[in-house]
């Protein structure tokens, strides 16, 4: 599985099926729960000016009974979505980027293949193709004034062994998204994982959302970790430690997210699907993609490709996380928020 990519018409991409997110949350009324105790005085009535508001936890609900907030799941719609030729698009989503009007699909892993569409359903093979370096992922920068540095391309580059003096992830830019110039190394660790770049207006930064290794934690090894810098360009600020290895691991950054007591205890998150969502107050959205591990003892009937080889194997949820800071995040529930399956 891939990962989710929001973008302005309130759709996403999530492999080859078009998915509306739609209201995020809803209220329930009826909800058993304990009474509440009566406030001491009212609460202040919050100034939120013209701004717009997006229900996604309780800051604008002051007190209440027997109401609960639920989980709005998406909706996938249709069959897989298929090119100008009829074939089906699958395979990694690197981002989809909606640039004024032109909605393009960044495809792939490793090699990242430009498709664009005029309404995000019908998309065209352009021939264009960015080589090199994996896990790629792209980011149309809102903030950059210079016209060179709109989009910015963000990779890895690895080979066994592991070399911290050239490997690690790698930055790139570009004025239209397809031209890029050379990379420069911005963090010398392997993240396995791509590394998602947003403009955060509300601190003034750049924050980055992606893979921290707990290396003493086998059932819960991949969490979320977060930096902030001044320029995604040029080198990413960490925490060096005694113990840095190929990873980067949850003692060179913050995590933010990361498997808890309500979650299976042989899980993790495998990717982040991290965005901002400009068009709300404090809005900070994840789709994480929920990791249940299978094993030889719990899960008997799975076969190896290799007899005695096991893999990584297991299954991927697509959950949703909320935040107002992108700091502090919730699942507001952890049944799948794009179930797994054919379309609705």
Not at 122 to 147: E, Y
Not at 275 to 286: G, K
Request: aromatic content about 10%.
């Amino acid at each position: 599985m891939t990962k989710l990519s929001p973008h302005q018409s309130g759709f996403a991409m999530f492999a080859s099926l078009l998915v509306w997110l739609g209201p995020l949350l809803h209220l329930v009324t009826g909800a058993a729960t304990a009474p509440a105790a009566p406030p001491a005085a009212p609460p202040a009535a919050g100034d939120v000016g013209g701004r717009k508001q997006l229900l996604i936890d309780r800051r604008f609900i002051a007190d209440s009974a027997g109401v609960e907030l639920r989980v709005n799941p998406a909706q996938k719609l249709g069959p897989p979505l298929r090119d100008d030729r009829g074939e089906p698009l699958q395979g990694h989503i690197s981002r989809v980027i909606d640039d004024g009007g032109k909605v393009r699909l960044y495809l792939g892993a490793d090699s990242v293949e430009i498709l664009e569409s005029d309404d995000g359903l019908s998309f065209r093979r352009t021939g264009v193709t960015i080589r090199g370096g994996g896990f790629t992922t792209l980011f149309l920068d809102p903030h950059d004034p210079d016209p060179a540095r709109r989009y910015k391309r963000f990779h890895l580059e690895f080979s066994p062994p592991f070399d911290p003096a050239r490997h690690g992830v790698y930055a790139s830019h570009s004025a239209d998204g397809v031209h890029f110039t050379d990379p420069r190394r911005v963090l010398p660790f392997f993240t396995d994982n791509p590394t998602l770049v947003h403009w955060d207006e509300r601190i003034g930064k750049y924050v980055i959302f992606t893979r921290a290794l707990c290396y003493d934690d086998p059932d819960n090894q991949r969490r979320v970790g977060r930096i902030e810098t001044d320029d995604p360009l040029k080198p990413w600020p960490y925490k060096k430690s005694a113990n840095d290895r190929m990873f980067l691991s949850t003692e060179n950054v913050d995590v933010v997210l990361a498997a808890d007591a309500q979650d299976d205890p042989h899980s993790d998150i495998y990717y982040n699907a991290s965005t901002i969502y400009p068009w709300a107050q404090d809005v900070y959205l994840m789709n994480p993609a929920h990791f249940r591990h299978f094993s030889p003892q719990r899960n008997p009937y799975v076969r190896p490709r290799q007899p005695g080889q096991w893999e990584d194997y297991g299954m991927l949820e697509v959950q949703l996380a909320v935040s107002r800071d992108g700091v502090k995040w919730d699942r507001p529930g952890r049944e799948p928020y794009v179930p797994t399956g054919l379309a609705d």
